[in-house]
């Protein structure tokens, strides 16, 4: 089975479980290529939409690249340069735009100025129901929604662990936030809880099986107790390299880093001459190497973090960057799934007194099983099928 996005990858679906299949449908993704956080959950649900319902037809479309090339490039590439040179000001924007008012009046414009390019590739795919796993276009959808222009389910999948006023419209049909105690934005804003369904961020498949630490441990050749996971999403953001080197340091600690796709990142952790060291590029079976690991040290993205909790493992943030990340890092560390550690000094004073303190991590273990949803994508589709089901039938009906 492969899915189709509009850069013309293509993504192979392995290993699925035997399930209730159903009737095939049809539906358009829409997400944004900043990280790797957006595409990760477009692909979670269409994987799992696979899974149940094969044959169905799966669109993922890069939102920005599809209106426009050269503002994919400046949107994708500001934002980058940003966040690795000035993260404050990002900070500053985000913050700014939680106040709202200017930001509802540039977005209302912007929407009425692409929604015909929309609507032409949406009366293209024809699609039965329509994800958004990003804000933007989350937001310029359910701007069509409300102003008649489009008349198809619409379903929004938020990717952190707080609800930024752009995700917000009364255009959505079915909003998927990670929890309960997330949705006050949301009804605020007028959005009724009927369409507010707190069923995890969506994670890949993967996530949901049972895995062997010590077999996978071992599997892997890692030497070290603990070991220690590092990584900074999937473009390797952060002081990776400098961090590994403070961890290796210790002769107990073992290393395993996820350098994704910063492949000169890659190129300088494999000079380090340790056995302790293990160093992986951009990797698709994540699972496994969370699950032979002991403590994980990652900037608090929000994909990453569901993937963590998912997999029931104790998180140490070293460094967030303002905005989404800080609002994350505020929710994990408030109910107990995390810590965080300021300077690189204090990071194995920080290990020590974690491990010396067994209470504290299994309470650790025990939030972070208590918060993940590893089965989170399966949700998206219960809920989906129980809200839309009846439409999937009438409009395969009149396609037959």
Partial sequence: MVIKDNGNKRIIVRGLWRMNRRKPIKILIFSVSIGAGHDSVAQAIAERLLAEAPGSEVKIVDTFRYINSILNKVVVGSYMETLRFTPRFWGYLYDQAEEGEKLTEFSQLFAKLISPKLSQLINQVNPQVIIATHAFPTGILGQMKVKGKLHIPLVSAVTDFHIHPIWISKGVDLYFIHSADLAYPLIQEGISWEKIKPIGIPIRMQFGQEINHDEVKKEYGLNGDPVVLVMGGGLGLGRIEVITRKILSEERFGVVVVAGRNKRLYKKLNEINSRRLCV?????????????????????????????????????????????????????????????????????????????????????????????????????????????????????????
């Fill in 280 to 400: 992986f590029g951009y990797v698709e079976d994540m699972a496994r190497i969370i699950a032979a690991c002991d403590l994980i040290i990652s900037k608090p993205g929000g994909v990453t973090s569901a993937e963590i909790l998912a997999m029931k493992k104790p998180l140490i943030i070293y460094s967030s960057f303002p905005g989404q990340e800080d609002r994350n890092t505020d929710y994990l560390l408030n109910r107990g799934a995390a810590i965080k550690v300021k300077k690189l000094d204090l990071l194995i004073p920080e290990f020590s007194a974690l491990l010396q303190n067994p209470l504290r991590l299994q309470q650790m273990k025990e939030m972070a099983e208590h918060l993940g949803s590893p089965h989170s994508s399966k949700l998206v589709w219960d809920n989906i099928w129980q809200h839309f089901g009846n439409e999937f039938e009438r409009s395969s009906c009149q396609n037959d």
